[in-house]
Nanobody, 119 residues
Framework: QVRLVETGGGLVQPGGSLRLSCTGS????IAWFRQAPTKEREGVAC????????YYADSGMGRFTISRDNAKRTVYLEMNNLTPDDTAVYYC????????????????WGQGTQVTVSS
């Protein structure tokens, strides 16, 4: 299986923006999850493989945008108006065709990229 690789994390000030990339997507649904220290991994957004339908958790609604470029086998997560609560390791994950909010439904995971929002 093709490995998923996340890039684009870093340190940003509150109110700033970042764009995360996940390469190696293929014909699969791709979700972004995040995990902050001492917290459980939570879903952030997902995009299906077929009609590119996107889904967002409440935490990212209106601030995050997920998109994909199948020719580049890449899924993006554009994050705007970031707050310290967005600080976490962000992971992309793949499963066949349809999105799911369940961590256990995903069969492939990247290694994660750290996002830190701090002044």
């Amino acid at each position: 299986q093709v490995r998923l690789v996340e890039t684009g994390g870093g340190l940003v000030q509150p109110g700033g923006s970042l764009r995360l990339s996940c390469t190696g997507s293929g014909n699969t649904a791709i979700a972004w999850f995040r995990q902050a220290p001492t917290k459980e991994r939570e879903g952030v957004a997902c995009i299906s493989s077929s009609d590119h339908t996107s889904y967002y958790a409440d935490s990212g609604m209106g601030r995050f945008t997920i998109s994909r470029d199948n020719a580049k086998r890449t899924v993006y997560l554009e994050m705007n108006n970031l707050t310290p609560d967005d600080t976490a390791v962000y992971y992309c994950a793949a499963r066949s065709y349809l999105c799911s909010s369940s961590v256990s439904a995903y069969t492939r995971w990247g290694q994660g990229t750290q996002v830190t929002v701090s002044s």
